[in-house]
């Protein structure tokens, strides 16, 4: 049976606040949903909760070292095996309801990035009454078929630094990758990505946890008839440049979700650049405030 693990959060804004709590994707931490991004929010009148998904950040490890075999395990997905896996993101939604328990927070607004959004949406699809909204950014539905990166940022993806235990050589090797999955109409500057990803670097680093991740993402396979139960009012957000999960799966995720309304981003990728923070916060924001609108009364006309 899967251990419990302890996860390192974050509580933003009044408690008191209806909750949006934000799940992260592959191997990033709780500092990447930008500071501007979550203040905006709980400008807007919400208690924001981020944290670290395990096997990142500051959050608990699975025991051992081991990686995984990911070649393997693409190999048996694409035939339709069990992937093996020490965890599943079935596993990773469990930690969020958990973190809500703890928190004491019965019902929220979930919002999910990538990797993030997967774990989203099992979520709402397996606690219904825990999720007031979905939220779900850059994801995917486990189809295979729309959810193929471009050559170059799949092989950004799999690369690894010169010397992965030098922080400035993984610093500089993780620019380098959102150099290529970033958003090509709102560029960061070389400067800009070197003072993020530093401090994301210095925080932590954990190639191996980032693996074990990958591992369940693979093990997921294709989830579009579980998202067909998700009754949660739902906002599908994706970049319309976006390399590493293309337009396509935001299309097939919002086609999937009984309801769910798409936003398009022209000139995003795979990234939160700093110049779209106000447009998203706004755009949860209010897809947040509209799930728990009162529905409107008919009155008889005398």
């Not at 069990?82 to 939604?93: I, S």
């Not at 579009?224 to 590493?244: C, E, F, N, S, W």
Request: aromatic share 4%.
């Amino acid at each position: 049976m899967d251990a419990r693990p302890r996860i390192e959060y974050e509580s933003l804004g009044d408690p008191s606040h209806p909750a949006i709590v934000l799940i992260m994707g592959l191997g990033m931490q709780l500092i990447a949903w930008p500071d501007s991004f979550c203040q905006a929010l709980v400008a807007r009148g919400f208690r924001v909760v981020r944290f670290d998904n395990r096997d990142a950040g500051l959050s608990d490890r699975t025991p051992g070292k081991k990686r995984g075999n990911l070649a393997l395990a693409m190999a048996a997905a694409a035939l339709h095996l069990p992937v093996r896996t020490p965890y599943t993101l079935e596993d990773m939604a469990g930690d969020t309801v958990r973190l809500m328990d703890d928190l004491g927070i019965g019902q929220a607004h979930v919002v999910g990035a990538s990797m993030g959004g997967m774990i989203a949406q099992i979520l709402a699809a397996k606690f219904p009454r825990r999720v007031l909204s979905l939220s779900s950014i850059m994801s995917s539905t486990g189809n295979r078929k729309v959810s193929k990166p471009t050559r170059a940022a799949g092989k950004a993806l799999l690369a690894r630094p010169a010397d992965p235990t030098d922080p400035e050589a993984v610093t500089e090797h993780l620019i380098d990758v959102f150099g290529v999955i970033g958003s090509p109409g709102f560029p960061s500057t070389r400067e800009a990505m070197r003072a993020r990803i530093g401090r994301a670097v210095r925080r932590s680093y954990d190639p191996a946890g980032t693996a074990r991740q990958l591992l369940a993402v693979i093990a997921a396979g294709d989830r579009r008839r579980q998202l067909k139960a998700i009754t949660a009012p739902t906002l599908v957000i994706h970049g319309a440049q976006d390399p590493l999960v293309p337009l396509a799966a935001g299309r097939d995720t919002a086609a999937h979700i009984p309801g769910a309304r798409l936003l398009v981003i022209d000139g995003m990728g795979h990234d939160f650049p700093e110049a779209l923070m106000s447009r998203l916060a706004e755009a949860v924001a209010g897809h947040c405030a509209r799930a728990v609108e009162p529905a409107p009364t008919s009155s008889a006309i005398p």
